[in-house]
Structures are given as structure tokens and as C-alpha cells.
């Protein structure tokens, strides 16, 4: 059981220059979100998904898009990169959230210069 | 609206002095559940505890214990004779019920544990 798996672990990217953060989980699990992690600022929700197809925005969306095509995977794409987006992301998959909280995926350290 | 505070940005210890960490929540509704996640140096997330809002009782695990009292909106975490291993970043989130699954737990901003040998 891999649990939740992200890649890469470690990104530089050039300003304006676009990338996907991978996510897939292998728990069957409905509900999947992305969370940036900034020094001070704890984690915050970014986008999430309730089941394939549904997705939905969180308190800092701007910036990126999700799509959720199977309960596997959950990608997070940058469209053109700001030096604001320099943040550590996690990925997290649970069966109920709100009621067992989240496993998370190990996190991708993201530099836009 | 939801919201978790934790006031202590840093705490720094001796090994195996006693340390406790803040978290106060509000929200409107009345269930609710509550979390303690550890981040170690390594980075990942790995969760501690939940609580929901119907059971007031105290846990302790080990060294570990969580004391919940709705009539402050805390839910602070103790830790006994601490160890260097406990060394880490410890996040207290919140979710809600709204008559079905809530999707969102909300964070706090973190304190920093830093125990010294």
C-alpha cells in the first residue's frame, strides 16, 4: 500500500514556465485536496475534489487548476508560475475528512525564480 | 466562519521537561472535530489525534496527552518528559459538520518544538 503518492519531490521552475504536480492514492478514497504549506501561515487548502469530476475551490485558488478524471489521481497544474507560488505542497486523500482527517502525500518543495 | 490559533510560533525545551501546546478554535457549529497533525524535520504530515465535539474526555497515548474543553475552545496537547525525537512542527486543524461530510479541515499556523539534549 503506497498510501498517497506525490512527484516530484523537488521543482525549480523559471517564471511564466507551466507544471503539473502529480497525486494519485491507491486507498479508493472520494475525497482529495492540495494544500500549500508557507512559513508562518500553516496549511492552506488550495483546490479539492469530493469524487471523480468534482472539483471545487479553496481559500487560495488563484493561480492553479485541478482536474480529478479518476479516484486515483488528483493533479494540481500551475498555468504560469510566480515567484508567490514558491511554497511546499501537499497532496491529501481521506474516506471522510471532516470526521478522520486527511493522509497525506510526502510533499513537493516548489521554487519558481 | 472557522478559524485555529495557535499563539506559541517556537517553543524550546530541555529533554524530558513537560511542554504544552495551545490551540484555540472557533466555530458556529456544533459539531465539529478536531485535530493534531506532527510534521518532524523530514517533512511529512502524520496524524496524532482527532476529537469530536461530543467527547470532552482527555486522551493519553504514552507520553502524549490532549485535553478538550469546549467551554474555552481549546484543545491543547501535552507532552511528558520530552525526547529530542519529539523535536518537530505541530499543526492543530479543525472540520465541521454541516448535516453531511465536510471535506476541509482548517490549520493552524503551527508551533515549532524545538527539544534540546
Known amino acids: 500500500n503506497a498510501g498517497v503518492t506525490q512527484t516530484p519531490k523537488f521543482q525549480v521552475l523559471k517564471t511564466g514556465q507551466s507544471m503539473t504536480l502529480q497525486c494519485a492514492q491507491d486507498?479508493?478514497?472520494?475525497?482529495m485536496s492540495w494544500y500549500r504549506q508557507d512559513p508562518g501561515m500553516g496549511l492552506r487548502l488550495i483546490h479539492y475534489?469530493?469524487?471523480?469530476?468534482?472539483?471545487d475551490q479553496g481559500e487560495v485558488p488563484n493561480g492553479y487548476n485541478v482536474s480529478r478524471s479518476t479516484t486515483e489521481d488528483f493533479p494540481l497544474r500551475l498555468l504560469s508560475a510566480a515567484p508567490s507560488q514558491t511554497s511546499v505542497y501537499f497532496c491529501?486523500?481521506?474516506?471522510?475528512?471532516?470526521?478522520?482527517?486527511?493522509?497525506f502525500g510526502s510533499g513537493t518543495r516548489l521554487t519558481v525564480v | 466562519a472557522q478559524k485555529v490559533t495557535q499563539a506559541q510560533t517556537e517553543i524550546s525545551v530541555v529533554e524530558k521537561e513537560d511542554v504544552t501546546l495551545d490551540c484555540v478554535y472557533e466555530?458556529?457549529?456544533?459539531?465539529?472535530?478536531l485535530f493534531w497533525y506532527k510534521q518532524p524535520p523530514s517533512g511529512e504530515l502524520v496524524f496524532l489525534i482527532r476529537?469530536?465535539?461530543?467527547?470532552?474526555q482527555n486522551e493519553i497515548s504514552g507520553r502524549y496527552s490532549w485535553n478538550f474543553q469546549k467551554s474555552t475552545s481549546s484543545f491543547n496537547f501535552t507532552i511528558t518528559a520530552s525526547q529530542v525525537v519529539d523535536s518537530a512542527v505541530y499543526f492543530c486543524?479543525?472540520?465541521?459538520?454541516?448535516?453531511?461530510?465536510?471535506?476541509?479541515?482548517?490549520f493552524g499556523t503551527g508551533t515549532l518544538l524545538a527539544v534540546q539534549p
Open positions: 476529537r469530536n465535539s461530543f467527547d470532552e
Open positions: 466555530t458556529r457549529d456544533t459539531t465539529y472535530y
Open positions: 486543524a479543525l472540520s465541521s459538520y454541516y448535516g453531511g461530510a465536510t471535506n476541509k479541515l482548517i
Open positions: 475534489s469530493v469524487g471523480a469530476g468534482i472539483t
Open positions: 491529501a486523500s481521506s474516506y471522510a475528512p471532516g470526521q478522520y482527517g486527511y493522509t
Open positions: 486507498m479508493n478514497h472520494e475525497y
